[in-house]
């Protein structure tokens, strides 16, 4: 195991020592340190442990919706991926997942 890895077990374990409930209980399943993917195959990196137990995540550049975040997702749906691949959305690939949200979000809204 390298140095990198074992400096990034050590700190998540010094973070998630100040969490609580069920925020804790996640962080303990699903490290921060790696990328996980849900059932779709969504490529995701954790921002966040929510204290309702569901995490924060970004959408990697591979994902359906690069450089969106995804605030409340059901920790349980997340896989460990640990690929080594995550890479953020480039500033054109957030710009059109922000366009395709606003645009269904217009379509949705009563006349």
Not at 36 to 52: A, F, K, L
Not at 77 to 83: E, G, S
Not at 97 to 111: E, F, K, L, V
């Amino acid at each position: 195991m390298s140095s990198e890895r074992i400096d990034a077990q050590l700190a998540h374990a010094s973070f998630i020592a100040n969490l609580h409930g069920a925020a804790r209980d996640v962080a303990e399943k699903h490290v921060g340190y790696i990328c996980h993917r849900d059932e779709r195959g969504n490529h995701y990196w954790i921002q966040r442990y929510n204290d309702d137990g569901s995490v924060w995540c970004i959408h990697a550049r591979d994902s359906i919706l690069p450089g969106l975040d995804a605030p409340a997702v059901i920790a349980s749906t997340l896989i460990d991926c640990d690929c080594g691949a995550w890479m953020p959305a480039s500033k054109e690939q957030a710009h059109a997942s922000r366009a395709i949200i606003a645009r269904a979000m217009r379509s949705s809204m009563p006349s």
